[in-house]
């Protein structure tokens, strides 16, 4: 048996209770038609494996656990009967996490729903052997509103071998740093949207932990897969943030203010401790042209107060925060025909924009900055085209237009 399936999203969507809306009508019209299929007044539920409180009166420990109980027969069952030829696919898009504080004051992110769809995989003797970002979704509707993914995960999924060796906890971090940036290189590479980058990068990151028997801690437990999830996510954070040395002093300096201020006024004291450790001065910065200080207080110039005539061939203070700022309003005033004028006349600067905007899509995620985050997933989205564009008119030029008389 050939087993290719989207698994239920724990507690995001529930199809039977959306499905009575049309139910009710089907049954009016067709209910003598099909008896038995329409024999109840609304549709069946209780089976429904989905973890809902209100099922179980408003119990979420019992919600999860029928969840999880009824997730691990289906595995076991895919298990049994999957063809050994033939990996197993299961499809997953749960965009849903939750931030758990650590003992250093800093957060883990981890995600109940992909948590429990993994935990149940995994105890059944699974191996995650691939995994890719697949579009499955339309670019407009409702989804877009709700900021769900653009792509569903999918992961690639084999019987985990007998002689499968434990690793401890230090072995599986040592793995995770050595072979995820190159997944991730891969990635941003094929340009996967960074509204997708961290679901995607789940996959990776757990085909690295579902190749050993068992992670263990350093007091002997089992990795839980929660954990496991969080330092992935960690190892993501990282890898963006390593890639900050590859811009200029000014631009890693906005970098820091914006992920603490964003674009709201911070003291000019501040302002200084931040320059002096990226080696540059309040002064230069704003010489930039990316920055205002004034009466005490700094903050970043907001893109639609940018240079209006800015040109990046003559700009002496080339920084790459404006490369991205300017591509982001080029591409809201003039769509990705202007951007890519923009582009060509960028050069080279070009590519470690795309990545810088990557870097700042995640701030914007973990801050909750939705509007911003928006511009930036939408310019890395429309990147190939943007290139594209750039590629056919590499001097960057209007187009000339001919009059006839």
Known sequence: MLVSTDPPYYDNVGYAALSDFYYVWLRGSLGELYPSIFSTLLTPK?????????????????AQEFFEGGLGRVFNRIHEKANPSYPVTIYYAFK???????????????????ETMLEGLLATGFQITGTWPMRTERPTGVKVVVNALASSIVLVCRPRSAEAPPATRQEFVRALRRELPDALSVMMAENVAPVD???????????????????????????????????????????????EGNVDPHTRFALTWFEQRGMQDGPYGEAETIAGARNVSVRGVQDAGILEARAGKVHLLPREKLAEEWDPTTDDYLTDWEVVQHLIRALGTEGETGAARLLAR???????????????????????????ALAYNSLVVSWPEISRLAAENPSGTEPQTSMEF
């Open 46 to 62: 209780a089976q429904e494996l989905i973890a809902t409180p209100y099922r179980f009166d408003g119990d979420k420990l019992k």
């Open 96 to 114: 849903q996490s939750e931030s758990e504080g650590n003992s250093d004051g800093t957060f883990a992110v981890a995600s109940t729903g992909w």
């Open 197 to 243: 980058l961290a679901q995607a990068t789940i996959g990776p990151g757990m085909a690295i932990y579902s190749r050993y028997s068992k992670v263990v801690e350093a007091d002997g437990t089992p990795m839980r897969v929660r954990t496991a999830l969080q330092i992935i996510n960690q190892s993501l954070d990282e890898h963006l943030s390593a890639a």
């Open 346 to 372: 960028v050069g080279e600067r070009g590519e470690g924009a795309r990545d810088l905007a990557y870097r700042l899509y995640g701030i914007c995620d973990r801050k909750k900055w939705a509007e911003e």
